[in-house]
């Protein structure tokens, strides 16, 4: 049997139902799927992506919090290894790193796995996911840096999950993390819904993504390096329309499989894994891909596109409305991405899905900080900080 990982994405084993945090924004806050996935579960969907033909690879781990099953995560990653084609794949754990142990650490940089840490920055940022929570990840930041500071600015991935909560500390938190060296920083709006976001908190976040444009220039002078995703040019999980639609689950580009062995396309719209809101049910039944990875697995694969074309969360991006009207009259409706599992279901069956406001707002400022970040890059006010730069270091 083939499997072809067409997209960086390629394959994401849920290897955990559980989870050590209760934090209260999550998506899979209800959750139903198994507490683990047996190693047999986990050694078949391996086996697809080392005998696929399609590059690049890539094998993510996550949950649930993947680390509850530090074993099974260790045995993955060995067979991954001790593989011919296992050196040609990419292995990453999405964690919230509060399980994260020395020796644990210690192998997964031994073994070069991309570390892709939900933490949401400062204290009052990260209390949503446990007031405790924020003296764990600084430490163990510091610790990273300690141990192996070249891995972390290559291969350890922060992520800040924005809320109404923590816009607020959004440029304090990025500042924050920047001082930790890490490969990048990825802000993305909660998948849930959130019905305290209003017009004031679209204020808010004006002004908080303006201060990490500053943060970010001096980031940049003192290191050459822009870490914050959404200035590098990078929106969300896939910016803007993929083959004809807009979201990569409908391609079957990536395949995810949950603790049960039940095979998706994305972790956000697996419909084993938690109870899902009515528009998102409805995308999960035109992903569903079986209750088994089995020889009939990859023509099901094939066959997704067509099956998704008729789901309402799957419609264009340009068909969907937002709370300031149709998203086809949008000027940024290019670069613009909305998972489908955080649309809300319309009034009436005949309307468009609507795009939460905490999502359009965040995708209308980012878009339009990133470009003015660019324009500052490569405008005189830069290079006069860095000709002043210069002058200190040769008069010091």
Known sequence: MRFDPRSPGGLVLLISGRCNLECSYCYQGSRRT????????????????????????????????????????????????????????????TTNGTLLTPKLIEFLIAHDVELEISCDGVPEAQAARGAWTYAVLDKLLDDLVHTDPAFVGRRVHLGITLTSGNVGFLAASVGFLMTKGVAAIHVTPCVTRDDCWDSSSENILHKQATLIIDHSLNHWVDTGAAPVSFLAGVIGPGSGETAGFPCNACTGQLLCVDPDGCPWTCPALSGSTRTLPPLAEEAARALDLGRRIDAQLPKRLQRLPKRASTGAAFVSTADRRAPAGPCGNCEHLAACHVCPAALEAPALPT??????????????????ARGRFLEQLRGPALRRRLEGLTRQKSES
Request: charged residues 25%; positive net charge; proline residues 9%.
């Open 34 to 93: 198994a507490a683990r996935m047996p190693w047999d579960v986990a050694k078949r969907a391996l086996d697809l992506v080392l005998a696929s033909d399609g590059k690049p690879r890539r094998v993510g781990f996550s949950g649930g919090e993947p680390l509850l099953e530090p074993k099974l995560l260790r045995r993955c990653v060995e067979y991954v290894h001790s593989h011919p084609a296992g050196r040609e794949v990419e292995l990453a754990v």
């Open 351 to 368: 309307d468009s899905p609507l795009v939460p406001a905490l999502h359009c707002a965040f995708n209308r400022i980012t878009i339009e």
